[in-house]
């Protein structure tokens, strides 16, 4: 059997339901289904197509883990949840689309470890990002202007040297883009908050801008970053500064803070980078 279609009537297609299976190449999703189980089609390495029925709402846990042989992905706006790891440890996907949706929500690492990845175009109406830690190779990212939040290790680990951060975010959290291959950051005037090591390890990244609404830096965001030579603070109301913020970069040689603000960056700052203090 080269082709599985869902007969019309079934509301959900039950977990772990088709795990394992080699011989299908080609899903055809009935317009009644509204649930894919969890693992419902782990492991069916040699899956090439899935066509979407009109009506699925919920892509369960692991749904489709290890289908190696997906290449493209195209989902659809009926999609309001994507459970972790649904869609993860598929080395050959490559392209994944959705339509804009309001509603949709991504649970963690939905994507995660898929290593052939390298375009995502994320649907207008998303809240929040997860899930595409450790795409070694995802380079070209569309992340929409309706994102607030860009969560825990959202870009760990990707190949990206740039990404536009909408004027939306207000939350970039812990470890969301560590050890990623960014060479420049600007973060936009709308965040309020950057958590732990959120750009730890970046080994390229050279330059940060930071924008004006920051009020809280948590430990070791830019930790190990070791060519990193310049930064600009623009804030003149942050409060926090975490322990460790560049600790481990070798090359910077430059803060650039408001000069009304400057004795509050002092305070924050440890002692021996005053001396890279400059005011603007």
């Known amino acids: 059997m080269k082709k599985i279609e869902i007969k019309k009537g079934t509301k959900q297609i039950d977990p772990h339901q088709y795990e394992g299976r080699l011989d299908i190449e080609e899903l055809i999703i009935a317009d009644t289904v509204e649930v894919i189980g969890e693992a419902a089609f782990y492991g069916c390495s040699n899956l090439k197509k899935i066509i979407w029925g009109k009506h699925v709402h919920t892509i369960g846990m692991q749904a489709f883990s290890y289908c190696d042989s997906l290449k493209t992905l195209y989902l659809p706006n009926s999609i309001e949840h994507i459970q972790s790891h649904a869609f993860?440890?598929?080395?050959?996907?490559?392209?994944?689309?959705?339509e804009d949706n309001s509603k949709v929500y991504v649970t963690s690492r939905a994507f995660s470890d898929c290593t052939r990845l390298t375009c995502v175009i994320l649907p207008d109406g998303l809240k929040s990002i997860y899930h595409f830690g450790r795409c070694p190779k995802l380079e070209d990212i569309f992340i929409p202007g309706t994102v607030t939040h860009i969560?825990?290790?959202?870009?760990?680990?990707?190949?990206?040297?740039?990404?536009?951060?909408?004027?939306?975010?207000?939350?970039?959290?812990?470890?969301?883009?560590?050890?990623?291959?960014?060479?420049?950051?600007?973060?936009?005037?709308?965040?309020?908050?950057?958590?732990?090591?959120?750009?730890?390890?970046?080994?390229?990244?050279?330059?940060?801008?930071?924008?004006?609404?920051?009020?809280?830096?948590?430990?070791?965001?830019?930790?190990?970053?070791?060519?990193?030579?310049?930064?600009?603070?623009?804030?003149?109301?942050?409060?926090?500064?975490?322990?460790?913020?560049?600790?481990?970069?070798?090359?910077?040689?430059?803060?650039?803070?408001?000069?009304?603000?400057?004795?509050?960056?002092?305070?924050?700052?440890?002692?021996?980078?005053?001396?890279?203090?400059?005011?603007f």
């Open 88 to 98: 993860a440890f598929c080395p050959g996907l490559v392209f994944v689309e959705f």
């Open 151 to 279: 969560g825990h290790k959202a870009f760990s680990e990707i190949a990206a040297t740039q990404i536009d951060l909408p004027d939306s975010i207000k939350k970039i959290d812990h470890q969301a883009f560590y050890n990623s291959k960014l060479t420049s950051v600007v973060v936009p005037d709308s965040v309020l908050t950057i958590e732990d090591s959120a750009f730890g390890f970046c080994s390229d990244l050279r330059s940060v801008e930071i924008g004006k609404s920051v009020v809280y830096i948590g430990r070791r965001a830019f930790k190990d970053c070791p060519v990193l030579s310049e930064v600009t603070f623009k804030s003149t109301i942050i409060g926090s500064i975490g322990t460790s913020i560049f600790k481990g970069c070798k090359n910077l040689k430059r803060i650039n803070v408001p000069a009304c603000a400057m004795d509050t960056y002092k305070r924050l700052l440890p002692k021996y980078l005053h001396r890279k203090l400059v005011g």
